[in-house]
């Protein structure tokens, strides 16, 4: 029986435009790694954190927290130790909390012979992210769990949509380097919105699966707009609307924000466009003088992954 392993955690695309706290996207070229071990004692302790300046307290950690959610559902008398290495910038919007606490409850399951399914695994996650922003959200835990694009279609009760992923969609995120907290980004939002955008935006909504699912990419692009989240939070992320406006003329599909930010994504078809949108981005930043990080990802289908396990 496996008692230890080291895995992937993918960073993730949370609301992807039209989608606030029902769409997200998993990467495959960036992510945390974290080693989870089983142990005679009871409960879970971080004992090794690198990468980010985190609280290792297990009440305080969202992989704690979140193992901690799963521990009390399941007949297990032992507990966990983790190690977490962290490659996803906190505060980044590509769901650093959610690979930490996704990563955290799949590998326990693993580690236990996989008695719970993906969607009692979400709910464990979505704790982690209560505590790192307020909020249950699933929309970073959900992909990162189930791989590609996920729909949470409701939260009561949690019902979870896998959507299909086109093969030739790639992801460019740039990520200028300020930091943006989900939870301050949460209270500058708008908790009313006029029936106009509601209805713009289920339109879009529905467009973008649509474009998913038959691979449209002219429809997919036309469906990437956010009438309700990115008019209020792009305010808070330097040179928005430039790196928007060069990243369709550099060919993009769509732009638009990261979940809270500041990251920017934009998708487009195939590698090569990518790349022409991740050089046009780049430019905007060298130009207004802002550090900044640059990720070009094909969408990761499988999500977390195993790297090597010990006996």
């Known amino acids: 029986m496996t008692n230890e392993i080291k895995i992937f955690c993918p960073a993730t ?15 495959e070229s960036v992510g945390d790694e974290m080693v989870v071990r089983k142990t005679r004692g009871k409960g879970i302790r971080i004992t090794k954190l690198e990468g980010q300046d985190l609280p290792m307290e297990t009440l ?16 297990y008398d032992g507990g966990f130790e ?10 980044s919007g590509i769901g650093s909390s959610a690979a930490s606490s996704a990563g955290a409850v799949w590998a326990m399951n693993e580690l236990l012979g996989k008695p719970l399914s993906s969607l009692e695994l979400v709910k464990f996650a979505m704790e982690g992210e209560r505590l790192a922003s307020g909020v249950a959200h699933a929309d970073n835990v959900a992909p990162a769990l189930y791989g590609g694009f996920t729909l949470i279609r409701s939260y009561d009760p949690l019902d979870i949509i896998p959507i299909h992923t086109p093969k030739e969609l790639f992801a460019t995120v740039v990520h200028p380097q300020i930091e943006v907290k989900t939870s301050d980004s ?4 708008k908790t009313n919105i006029s029936l106009v955008d509601g209805i713009k935006q289920w339109g879009n909504l529905g467009g973008l699966i649509a474009g998913l699912f038959t691979e449209d990419y002219n429809l997919i692009g036309r469906s990437l707009v956010d009438h309700i989240v990115e008019p209020i939070r792009s305010i808070l992320i330097p040179g928005f609307e430039t ?4 990243a369709i003329k550099a060919g993009a ?19 090569d466009k990518a790349n022409q949108v991740a050089g046009a981005m780049r430019k905007v930043y060298q130009k207004i003088g802002v550090d900044y990080d640059v990720h070009v990802s094909k969408v990761n289908t499988q999500g977390i992954r195993v790297i090597s396990s010990k006996r």
């Not at 790196?243 to 060069?246: L, M």
């Not at 924000?257 to 078809?269: D, Q, T």
């Open 13 to 27: 695309i949370a609301n992807v435009s039209c989608g606030f706290d029902v769409l997200g996207l998993a990467l």
């Open 60 to 75: 305080d950690n969202v992989a704690g927290v979140a193992g901690l959610a799963l521990l009390s559902e399941v007949d």
């Open 82 to 91: 983790i190690e977490i290495y962290k490659k996803i910038k906190a505060g």
């Open 186 to 189: 949460r209270k500058i939002l």
């Open 243 to 246: 790196i928007k406006s060069e």
């Open 253 to 271: 599909l769509g732009c638009g924000i990261s979940g809270s930010g500041p990251s920017i994504f934009a998708l487009s078809k195939g590698e």
